[in-house]
């Protein structure tokens, strides 16, 4: 097996920059080195639940991938490693996984500052880089980057508005609502909007009419939850809508319990899912966004492939002890990334950057989970969003919205 070297001289990195990445690859089908994948996740630190389902998808993909023949004929290897959550290290690593270690495709990382971080690299070296998870369209602007977790060009205004659609729907429909955003820049542009696009959860609400009771800004280091709380249900809104991360909605429910108060709705953004289940009454009727949940309904309209990669990705997820083990949005994004890169690859038959950039433009991809997919520049790649909300439902997270995707009506 040829060794990729750790040691290249810097000189040789200096001149190979601008082209390493277009002129990489070519037809290789004969070579019978393996094909090496080179990414960062984040395994530790802040970011390890999530970052965990990623590699535990990617690495089923792989194996998936190489025990039907692999890639070009050829072995695939994925070389991952951990950025620590870290956004810092993040362009060094992929640094020395384009200059040092030679790999011939990449992958991105989890989170949105570390994707930015890893693109400037891709885009500084000329590399394809399909990502998970980084959904803020505007700040993705590297033509060669290709999401695989899409709510529109505008998400900022998509999903308040899928939201609100879905809401009014209720007998009876909200008129008061909470509105509570972490600082983070991964969810308040979902509240306040982004750069010169104001719209948003609270502009919008205003458009449809309805009186924002409460509107709170916390940092995402927030650990005393029970102002929130308190203020919240004081003003007894019919809907709370947390645009926050993680585990926040979790403890904003705990806080709220603890004064023994429950909302009477409530949708979290992008949650943990398996805490806000392990919530349990609390958090019956919660409401989030979702790109996929494997309810049986949905499951039936797939092909068989798609069940066996959801029991699959089960075992696997429970052999690492993760706290979630349900093939759902997270572990999606990371299979349509895979398939938009490996298609990528066999569209051209070889590793070119370019030629791979070009074909998923002119061509798209076809996914198992979200259908074929397709990415204009103009809309820095974002396609139509499949995107659908989802609802604890007796214990179990369930499609409801849209009604023509749902596998149970929203209550």
């Known amino acids: 097996m040829r060794r990729r ?59 998936r991938l ?9 072995k695939v290897e994925w070389k991952v490693v951990d950025d620590q959550s870290d956004q810092s290290k993040v362009s060094q690593l992929y640094e020395r996984l384009i200059s040092q270690d030679k790999v011939d495709l990449l992958m991105g ?48 205004s998509f999903i308040p508005n899928q939201l609100f659609d879905a809401v009014a729907t209720l007998n009876p429909a909200p008129k008061k609502i909470a509105v509570l955003t972490s600082q983070s820049g991964s969810a308040a542009f979902v509240s306040d909007g982004f750069g010169d696009d104001k719209a948003g959860v609270l502009s919008i609400a205003k458009e449809r009419g ?24 004081d003003a007894n ?17 705990t ?27 609390q958090a019956e009727g919660m409401l989030s966004v979702s790109m996929f949940e494997p309810n049986q309904a949905t499951l039936a309209k797939l092909p068989p492939e798609a069940t066996e990669i959801v029991n699959d990705f089960t075992k696997r997820a429970t052999a690492a002890k993760l706290p979630y083990t349900v093939f759902e949005t997270q572990a999606t994004a990371s299979w349509n990334a895979w398939q938009i890169l490996t298609e990528g690859v066999k569209a051209v038959n070889g590793t070119d950057q370019k ?16 259908g074929h997919l397709t990415f204009d520049p103009k809309d820095h790649n974002f396609w139509p969003t499949t995107q659908t909300l989802k609802q604890i439902q007796n214990g179990d997270w369930v499609t409801v919205w849209p009604a023509d995707k749902a596998a149970a009506p929203i209550k």
């Not at 953004?269 to 398996?274: E, H, Q, S, T, Y």
């Open 5 to 63: 070297s750790f040691t290249a001289l810097a000189t040789v990195v200096a001149l190979s920059v601008a082209v390493a990445g277009c002129n990489r690859g070519g037809d290789e089908a004969g070579d019978s080195d393996p094909i090496v994948v080179g990414s960062t996740l984040s395994l530790t630190g802040a970011f390890a639940a999530t970052g965990a389902i990623h590699k535990v998808a990617g690495e089923e993909f792989v194996d």
């Open 66 to 74: 190489n025990a039907a023949g692999g890639l070009l004929g050829r």
């Open 109 to 156: 990382p989890y989170a949105t500052p570390n994707i930015l971080s890893a693109m400037a690299v891709a885009q500084r070296h000329g590399y394809v880089l399909p990502q998970h998870t980084a959904v803020l369209a505007p700040q993705l602007t590297y033509e060669c980057q290709f999401p695989a977790w899409s709510i529109g060009p505008t998400p900022n």
């Open 210 to 233: 309805l009186d924002v009771a409460v509107n709170v800004h916390y940092p995402p280091t927030t650990t005393d939850w029970a102002p929130i709380a308190t203020q919240v249900r």
């Open 237 to 253: 809104p019919d809907l709370v809508i947390d645009n926050g991360l993680g585990v926040d909605a979790v403890n904003i429910l």
């Open 255 to 281: 806080a709220m319990k603890q004064l023994n108060y429950t909302p009477r709705k409530m949708f979290a953004l992008f949650p943990a899912p398996g805490p806000l289940l392990a919530a349990g009454a």
């Open 355 to 370: 030629k791979i950039c070009d074909a998923l433009h002119e061509k798209g991809v076809d996914t198992t989970f979200s």
